[in-house]
């Protein structure tokens, strides 16, 4: 199993609408997640990281952390074209990882249609 | 702040060429430095990290290596590229959190 999964995808909404993406982890230990947006032939770029349980909101972002079912998700809310994007999502990986050391999922891939 | 370059930002080179992309890193000491390589349609695979200068770890047994000659830069070597080595390389830094810097695009004929 993966430390890391995004088996969800890709994902098509229309403008206005809430996005969810979903990511699932194997360590139950893991502390911190990151969700990064990778718009077409650019790096990642770091949009919300969540460390504790529950929910964390960052403007149209919210990010979810449910440690007893392991997993990660995003919302987005009112969707907007320019959101179209792949989505990564990442995790520290099992304890005796090098500090640092990030596992990502292999993206979902976010279509918003006006 | 901080900020993270990476050049080139293209490159095109034939099957057996040796390889050199830098990475530097400005407005901090001592990061945890990573080398990333994304295939297309394919998703993020670590080829290096570096806590240190000097210190290198490989995840991947490949033709590629990594240097760190100084703190803030970071640099990703072949001695022969083989085609299988296209993609876009990614250098980022951080300790918890990883910054990208902008990647250099691989193309290897």
């Known amino acids: 199993q993966k430390e890391v999964e995004q088996n969800s995808g890709p994902l098509s909404v229309p403008e206005g609408a809430i996005a969810s993406l979903n990511c699932t982890y194997s360590d139950r230990g893991s502390q911190s997640f990151f969700w990064y947006r990778q718009y077409s032939g650019k790096s990642p770029e770091l949009i919300m990281f969540i460390y504790s349980n529950g929910d964390k909101e960052d403007g149209r972002f919210t990010a979810q952390l449910n440690k007893a079912s392991q997993y990660v998700s995003l919302l987005i809310r009112d969707s907007q074209p320019s959101d179209s994007a792949t989505y990564l999502c990442?995790?520290?990986?099992?304890?005796?990882?090098?500090?640092?050391?990030?596992?990502f999922g292999r993206g979902t891939q976010l279509t918003v249609w006006p | 702040s901080q900020t993270i370059h990476q050049w080139p930002a293209t490159l095109v080179q034939p099957v057996g060429s040796p390889l050199s992309l830098e990475c530097t890193v400005e407005g901090t000491s001592n990061p945890n430095l990573y080398w990333y390589r994304q295939a297309a349609g394919r998703g993020l695979q670590l080829l290096f990290y570096?806590?240190?200068?000097?210190?290198i770890s490989s995840e991947v047994p490949q033709n590629l290596s990594a240097s760190r000659p100084q703190d803030r830069q970071f640099i990703l070597s072949s001695k022969k590229l083989l085609l299988s080595d296209s993609g876009f390389y990614l250098c980022?830094?951080?300790?918890?959190?990883?910054?990208f810097g902008p990647g250099t695009r691989l193309l290897v004929l």
């Open positions: 980022a830094w951080g300790v918890e959190t990883q910054y």
């Open positions: 990442a995790g520290p990986g099992p304890q005796g990882s090098t500090l640092g050391r990030l596992y």
């Open positions: 570096s806590v240190g200068i000097g210190q």
